[in-house]
């Protein structure tokens, strides 16, 4: 199995972040990405990668206040993922505006994806890892699904019409318990990361910002590094492969 998992590696490379010129972040709520690699948005944008965040929810539902619910707590949430972005350096944000906590299905969601995924021509797609054992949050096993069904299928016209020329390199999932990326980056990045987090007023008060933040400044520390973790496949490797968790 180690010989088959080297010559895989060896057939299969991945582009480094940096080699990017564009990336797309798929993220079920405004707020997914920033929290889950946001300082690596950041240090992407900083070298002229342009990221583009595709939200497929419209956050509608990030509430136990029944009285904000709904359009307006999606409209508080809208503008405070452009306050983050902004932070971060995202080149574009585009909403799918899918209920929060909908019965919208993976299949909806795959067709959108496939039509983004076409017209920015993103070298990588990053995404929630919908196979995180425990992960039971809908919006969440939906989204990362349809975004790894799309990446692995985005060239075919059942899915949407036409076609395209262009190839996706790789498939990059964050909250992920199988890491084999970890991305190292800065400080001054991890900063920006948490003052991004921070614009989501609706979600995190104080106590809640301070608990995140410890809990992801031990999650950034990898062999006396400060790195963000990701599970990075070549989208290939997304159908009848059963070395994929190992890779
Ligand atoms: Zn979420």
């Not at 983004?116 to 021509?121: A, D, E, G, L, N």
């Not at 301070?210 to 990075?232: A, Q």
Request: hydrophobic share 35%; glycine share 4%; aromatic share 10%.
């Amino acid at each position: 199995m180690v010989d088959l998992l080297q010559k895989l590696r060896e057939f299969f490379v991945t582009p480094d972040f940096e080699e990017c010129k564009k990336i797309l972040c798929i993220q079920p709520h405004p707020d997914d990405a920033d929290i889950s690699m946001g300082a690596t948005v950041s240090k992407l944008s900083e070298k002229g990668i342009k990221v583009y965040y595709l939200t497929v929810t419209d956050g509608g539902a990030g509430s136990k206040n029944q009285e904000i619910i709904g359009p307006r707590l999606s409209q508080l949430r809208k503008q405070e993922q452009q306050q983050a972005a902004q932070i971060l350096g995202v080149h574009e944000l585009i909403w799918l505006d899918f209920e929060d906590l909908g019965d919208y299905t993976v299949e909806q969601v795959r067709a959108k994806t496939v039509e983004y995924i076409r017209k920015i021509r993103p070298d990588i797609v990053f995404t929630v890892d919908p196979f995180l054992d425990y992960e039971v949050h809908p919006d969440h096993i939906k989204t990362g699904m349809a975004a790894s069904q799309a990446t692995s299928l985005y060239r075919l016209p059942k899915l949407y019409p036409g076609s395209t020329d262009h190839e996706v390199k790789a498939i990059a999932f964050f909250n992920t318990a199988h890491p084999n990326t970890f991305y190292e980056i800065e400080q001054r990045h991890f900063e920006k990361k948490l003052m991004a987090i921070s614009q989501h007023k609706s979600q995190f008060d104080e106590k809640a910002l301070k608990i995140l933040s410890l809990y992801l400044s031990e999650r950034s520390k990898h062999d006396g590094k400060l790195i963000e973790p990701f599970k990075v496949l070549p989208p290939t490797m997304l159908h009848v492969m059963p070395e994929a968790i190992k890779f």
